[in-house]
């Protein structure tokens, strides 16, 4: 990494709230101005962005592509994913050329679930087809198609009402401009923990610890095994645990759905960690409807943890064990509202 990278033709493209061609189940784009907020009060600025669960990718385009943050590696332990995310930064062309020609059909579906592709192209095609095609985008094989295989005159959504090419031709061009200018730094097909050697090794010494940012989403607790071909058990999300707790050479923020082992695990008061609590809206499936009725996207729970030194005041999300705040308490013990108490 040296000097700055170039400049993109439209930063504001990506201050948009969709910007990812991958639809990824469980997907927090609502976080992503809690993270932005949080990482522009802290000096200096970071120089990289790395996500270790990149999936959608949502976070790393909106900050690199607004300037939030200068480069940014993208890593994921499903091939499918880093292939999609190499090729739509780096070979975009193709990918768009191959996007465009294919016939979005419940057939074409079929022949791509049971295609093993041998190369870093036919992945990616492979994973943005079945994506924009699929239930909830997933990519393993207990979902269907979207409009069920019969696609019935009765069926609101068909199999293609996800595959706008058009729109999607446009974001993809939107990525390989960040893989062209620099700001895609690279992609890697690695699980966290490689993810996390490699950055130490490759860009521990040359950049400080507050030049490094890293993100961590990991599979949910609840029902990951429905939403993830990769899902972890408790004794990886107590590894992730363990090792973020001696990380020194960089700084990150982890999200995770809010539960009881992600409680015992980040809890508050642990000396240079903030934890926070914030609420959003999405669409998940195989997580349980909430009692907010029909036809409204499930209001889920949210942890944010995080090692930065400075956490401002927000209306978004308030701290854990925030002392002598009754209505903190109450949040804590799932009794409360999540109106921010932060002085």
């Known amino acids: 990494m040296h000097g700055k990278p170039d400049a993109i033709s439209d930063p504001s493209a990506f201050s948009k709230s969709v910007v990812s061609p991958l639809r990824y189940p469980g997907a927090k784009r609502q976080l992503v101005p809690i993270i932005e907020q949080i990482i522009k009060g802290n000096i200096p600025p970071p120089r990289l962005f790395v996500e270790p669960f990149c999936g959608g990718a949502s976070t790393a385009l909106r900050l690199v592509g607004t300037g939030v943050v200068e480069r940014a590696i993208l890593a994921d332990t499903d091939d499918l994913v880093s292939s999609f995310w190499y090729t739509a930064a780096f070979d975009t062309g193709w990918l768009i050329n191959r996007m465009l020609e294919v016939e ?66 446009a974001r993809l061009r939107a990525i390989g401009e960040l ?56 004794d990886q999300h107590r590894s992730l645990a363990s090792t973020l707790e001696s990380a020194s050479s960089f700084r990150w923020l982890l999200s995770y759905d809010d539960n009881p082992l992600a409680r015992e695990l980040y809890r508050p008061g642990q000396e240079g960690r903030h934890v926070l609590h914030a609420r959003h809206r999405y669409s998940a499936a195989g997580l349980k409807p909430t009692a907010e009725g029909k036809g409204k996207r499930p209001q889920r729970e949210e942890l944010l943890v995080t090692n930065f030194l400075d956490i401002q005041s927000s209306k ?13 308490r109450q949040v804590d013990l799932g009794i409360g509202s999540t109106e921010s108490h932060m002085d």
């Not at 959504?157 to 090419?165: A, E, L, P, T, W």
């Not at 895609?184 to 097909?189: C, E, F, S, T």
Request: hydrophobic letters at 35%; a positive charge.
């Open 104 to 169: 979005v059909t419940v057939a074409k579906w079929e022949w791509f679930r049971m295609f093993e592709p041998r190369g870093r192209r036919d992945r990616a095609l492979k994973c943005l087809f079945l994506n924009r095609t699929t239930f909830s985008g997933i990519l393993h094989g207990r979902a269907g198609p979207i409009g069920g295989k019969k696609q019935t005159e009765h069926t609101n959504y068909k199999i293609d009402c996800r595959f706008n090419k058009e729109g999607l031709a």
């Open 179 to 234: 893989g062209n200018t620099g700001r895609i730094l690279d992609v890697w097909d690695s699980d966290w923990r490689d993810t996390l050697s490699r950055v130490e090794r490759e860009h521990g010494e040359r950049l400080t610890r507050d030049e490094i940012v890293v993100y961590l989403d990991p599979p949910y607790i609840e029902k990951a095994e429905f939403l993830y071909p990769w899902s972890f058990g408790k």
């Open 316 to 328: 978004a999300y308030h701290a854990l064990g925030h002392p002598g705040c009754d209505a903190c």
